[in-house]
């Protein structure tokens, strides 16, 4: 009985989705992005492709037409950062969070699973909050609750995180719909998402503070630097030479292209860039509301940022009689100039919804970005060519180029304006008509709407 | 001393803070939470009083730096006496000092008629500028240090050079019988982590003796508490001995696998190197002489264990710090040629910090101990010049004997005495401008120099003020306009 529901909405999202041929959407404004705006074009889909794509295509005769005057066609939006997909995952740290630039360098995180049940971690070698192995590409279900709400706001592909812990495990490119874990995903490999997470108190076990995070971050790297040397040098000495024991731990690193750190101050940013050129590995900082006084120092290291939408905000419930300093009133209101600032600086960032899963609040949180003087197609590009750049997908995603994947948001008037409605998103060619209620919240659901909880 | 003073002791001065207090004395223990909320809120509210100028001086001052003549003061040199006359600063050194010296041409003069110019403070016990104090899980925390945290936007940064601090030692906190490493700093505001940094200054290591580190991790003694976590060991004095005993023996098995490894690959033959330990790699520096001990410590016994237990693994402590009973072993600290900082009349915040006189740094003095004062507290490090002046009431010092502990002694303790602490030809012109004798306690700081750069002006300070409560309540307002505007649509509400 409990499958009733899921069955119900798959057999209604077969109605939507029954064309295995192919689907065309004429005489639409498209936005390419990898081009210039063709004002009446035509867009052919067929197998989850792009078939073709112009001013001059003609609609084949087997396709499903869809009339697009007054409709623009965008690519499929990319989230550069998510949960989504990972069912009962809290979403990625903003960077942010309600208390603005207020430092909160040991904030203290619900106990990761795995630590609940062990003896607190003596030093580095236990391995504290570490699962390094877990790939978001095994964890993706289309099940999870949330990809409607998500498509809805004209997301189609998110790059999905396992986010629970320091070494939290690896993300995947997932498009948001699917009838099979399988099927989601787009590519694996994106990297290594790590939070800045410790234990309260000191009989908690190791790290119980950022700079134990740090050392231990630092240790980490150094040990499966030694890992592999030791792994390399049995494979040339077998005989004669004890094995190196098996560490799922740094394994799990050692496949991690990249990783991912979150840098909300410009200390952060500072400290980190040091700290990953240091280690020789390639990051991604994200977060980084304070980006805005901290473009020289990303320019200079050629660094890539991940712009978290969750801008800082007022504590709800701070006292109207206790004001902010001013370092943090500023911190609030020049954050969403970041990807302004990052623009004209020639940082290369793209931004991602820090857990907003609400068109309207997108929207508004996109425009607030807009509104403090970044161009809007810098900002559609950042939510869609440039993650897709980043994770190395850019040959498949990002643009409305034709073999590439059908993953398209079709609007009715321009995306990120108040008023503008999403009529259909395309996820592998198949098309979607966005519900903007999200489903109720299931009672006993964690509350995941605390974003900077796990750093 | 006042009540709030004394209630907040234990932690400041221990350098046990907790993830919330991070800056000293500001969540102390006993204070309810609503009222810890308000001071933090009182913090931030007096931080946004104090200047928050973000490098305006240092970027105007960087991009031409003329040579400085600050004339007609009391230079009070520490090293070479005191004269009326000017210091002639250039390219961020002390060029010339002398009762005439000539102006160069284009160079800015500073008129100090009737004020004092001593060297910048230097404090050799501080936990200001800094994310995180105490990695108080482990009793060995060596692998930490504070330099992967500095936090330039500390606004104790700010507030000390109003005291005419110009260096301090960042220290880690006394959670563990063997800590984190430590750090250096100048006090440059404005400036980046990575350039507060004194290059140069021998890197440092915090250890901890009594009752903090046998107290962290054991909030129960040794007894299994209530979520069922183990104590942590140790729990008893004997206890941090074994502990760093152990550890040396470690780091000296650990110093003698990288030996035989070098020998091997010398020797040509095929090794896997040892695996890096980064929390036994600062203590073979220690062995090495190449990383500075500061030691926590109050009680006479333990300060003659520690020196014992360094005597026996060949290395030196190169200062003790606290130290409140070390005016009974003073003959003993001086002849392992440890350093001693200490307060000049804070104690009885614990058992272990009864048994102080205010006589203690003038009486260590006299046996022949390099002694400086220290603060360990981001509200004493304002005013450390008021704490050298006691010791020339309680024990009788000269007024130089007074000043060198706070200037050229903790720069001796922490060797980087060829650089700083005095007023001398070829030093970092890192200075300070009292109107008033600074060993009086109605002497205010007028302007502060690091490098010959101006990091702190007075009049500067107040005259900002103003404009900075405008910038402020702007903000405020602009804020409020905005949450009316951008009130979230949320979840359930009704879409337009």
Redesign the interface.
Same mark, same amino acid.
């Given at each position: 009985m409990k499958r009733l529901p899921i069955l119900l909405s798959l057999m209604a999202g077969a109605i939507f989705a029954a064309p295995p041929g192919a689907v065309a959407i004429r005489n639409a404004r498209v936005i390419p992005v990898s081009g210039p705006a063709i004002q009446k074009g035509t867009v052919v889909l067929r197998n989850g492709l792009i078939e073709a794509v112009g001013a001059d295509v003609t609609v084949p005769a087997d396709a499903w037409v869809i009339e697009g005057d007054g409709l623009t066609v965008y690519p499929g939006l990319i989230d550069a950062l998510s949960t989504f997909g990972i069912p009962e995952a809290a979403p990625p740290a903003s960077g942010g969070g309600a208390r603005g630039a207020t430092?909160q360098?040991?904030a203290?995180p619900a106990q990761p699973a795995n630590q609940s049940a062990n003896?607190?971690?003596?030093?580095?070698e236990d391995r504290p909050f570490t699962t390094s192995w877990l790939k978001a590409a095994d964890l993706v279900k289309p099940s999870d609750r949330r990809l409607e709400s998500v498509r809805a706001e004209g997301y189609t592909t998110a790059v999905t995180f396992p986010n629970r812990g320091i070494f939290a495990g690896q993300g995947a490119i997932v498009d948001l719909a699917g009838e099979t874990t399988g099927e989601m995903v787009v590519a694996e490999g994106a990297g290594q998402y790590v939070t800045f997470t410790?234990?309260?108190?000191?009989?908690?076990?190791?790290?119980?503070?950022?700079?134990?995070v740090?050392?231990?971050v630092?240790?980490v790297y150094?040990?499966a630097d030694?890992y592999k040397?030791?792994k390399q040098?049995y494979a040339?000495?077998s005989r004669g030479t004890p094995r190196p024991e098996f560490d799922r731990a740094l394994e799990g690193v050692l496949e991690s292209s990249r990783v991912l750190l979150p840098a909300t101050?410009?200390?952060d940013v500072?400290?980190l860039l040091?700290?990953t050129n240091e280690l020789h590995i390639e990051a991604l900082l994200y977060g980084v509301p304070e980006g805005y006084r901290s473009a020289d120092?990303l320019k200079n290291a050629a660094a890539t940022a991940l712009v978290s939408l969750k801008w800082p905000e007022?504590a709800k419930d701070s006292?109207p009689d206790?004001?902010?300093?001013?370092?943090?009133?500023?911190v609030?209101?020049h954050a969403a100039s970041t990807p302004a600032v990052l623009a004209r600086s020639g940082v290369r960032f793209a931004l991602y919804s820090g857990g907003i899963d609400?068109?309207?609040?997108l929207f508004?949180a996109v425009k607030?970005a807009i509104d403090a003087g970044l161009a809007p197609e810098d900002a559609l590009r950042a939510m869609t060519l440039t993650p897709a750049e980043i994770y190395g997908v850019a040959d498949r995603l990002g643009t409305i180029e034709k073999g590439k994947i059908a993953n398209l948001v079709v609007t009715k008037g321009d995306l990120f304006m108040?008023?503008t409605e999403v009529k259909y998103v395309f996820v592998d060619g198949v098309k979607f008509e966005p519900v903007?209620?999200?489903p109720?919240?299931r009672p006993g659901a964690p509350e995941a709407s605390n974003p900077g909880e796990n750093r | 001393m006042k009540p709030a003073f004394l209630a907040l002791a234990w932690r400041r001065h221990s350098g046990l803070r907790?993830?919330d207090s991070?800056r000293p004395g500001f969540a102390p223990a006993r204070v309810p939470a609503l009222q810890t909320e308000?001071l933090r809120?009182?913090y931030?509210?007096r931080?946004?009083n104090a200047a928050?100028f973000v490098g305006l001086f240092s970027a105007t001052l960087a991009a031409a730096t003329p040579p400085i003549v600050i004339q007609n003061a009391t230079i009070l040199t520490v090293t070479k006496g005191t004269l009326n006359g000017s210091v002639l600063i250039r390219d961020g050194k002390i060029a010339e000092v002398g009762e005439k010296v000539a102006v160069p041409a284009g160079a800015k003069v500073i008129d100090a008629s009737g004020q004092f110019l001593m060297p910048g403070i230097i404090d050799c016990h501080s936990h200001i500028a800094a994310?995180?104090?105490?990695?108080?899980?482990?009793s060995v925390?060596s692998?930490?240090?504070?330099e992967?945290?500095? /936090? $330039?936007?500390d606004i104790s940064i700010y507030r000390a050079l109003a005291g005419g601090v110009t260096t301090a030692n960042i220290l880690h906190g006394s959670?563990n019988s063997i800590g984190?490493k430590c750090t250096v700093i100048k006090l440059r505001w404005g400036k980046?982590?990575?350039d507060m940094i004194f290059q140069g200054a021998l890197p440092g290591i915090k250890f901890a003796l009594g009752e903090n580190p046998k107290r962290?991790? /054991? $909030?129960t003694g040794q007894r299994i508490?209530a979520?069922n976590?183990?104590?942590?060991y140790p729990a008893t004095r004997m206890g941090v001995e074994d502990v760093i005993r152990e550890a040396f023996n470690e780091a000296k098995a650990y110093q003698q696998s990288w030996k035989d490894y070098d020998q091997k690959a010398a020797r040509g033959e095929?090794?896997?190197?040892p695996?890096?330990d980064?929390?036994l790699e600062p203590l073979v520096e220690v062995l090495e002489g190449k990383r500075l001990v500061h030691a926590h410590c109050y009680r006479a016994d333990e300060i003659l264990m520690l020196l014992r237990v360094a005597d026996y693994y060949g290395f030196k402590i190169r200062t003790l710090q606290h130290v409140l009973e070390g005016y009974k072993v003073a003959k003993e600290i001086a002849a392992h040629g440890a350093g001693a900082s200490t307060f000049s009349d804070w104690w009885a915040y614990k058992m272990e910090a009864f048994d102080a006189i205010p006589y203690n740094a003038a009486l260590m003095t006299r046996k022949g101990v390099l002694v400086s004062l220290n603060s360990d507290s981001d509200e004493l490090m304002r005013h450390l010049n008021d704490e050298a002046a006691k010791t020339m009431k309680y024990g009788g010092l000269s007024e130089t004997e007074a000043i060198s502990l706070v200037t050229i002694n903790p720069a001796k303790q922490l060797m980087i005495d060829n650089r700083v602490g005095s007023i001398e030809v070829g030093k970092d012109a890192d200075l300070t401008i009292f109107d008033k004798h600074p060993l009086s306690n109605y002497a205010k700081v007028e302007k502060v120099f690091i490098d010959g750069q101006l990091y702190f002006d007075r009049a500067s300070d107040l005259a900002e003020r103003s404009g900075?409560e405008t910038?402020?309540k702007k903000?405020?307002d602009?804020?409020k306009e905005e949450?009316k505007k951008?009130a979230?649509?949320?979840?359930?509400r009704p879409?337009?």
């Open positions: 430092p360098p040991a203290t003896p607190p971690a003596r030093g580095p410790t234990t309260p108190g000191f009989g908690g076990g190791f790290p119980n503070s950022l700079m134990g740090l050392a231990y630092r240790q150094l040990d030694h040397q030791a040098f040339g000495h101050r410009r200390i500072d400290r040091r700290f120092l007022k006292d206790e004001p902010d300093n001013i370092r943090v009133l500023e609030r209101d609400h068109r309207a609040d508004k607030r108040d008023k903007e209620e999200p109720p919240a | 907790g993830r991070s308000r809120h009182r931030f509210e931080l946004s928050v994310d995180s104090i105490n990695e108080g899980s482990v925390s692998m930490v240090g504070i992967d945290v500095l /936090n $330039p936007d959670a984190g980046d982590a990575h962290a991790g /054991n $909030p508490g979520g976590v183990p104590g942590r095929p090794a896997v190197p695996r890096r980064l929390k900075r910038e402020k903000l405020m602009k804020e949450q951008n979230p649509a949320g979840r359930g879409v337009a």
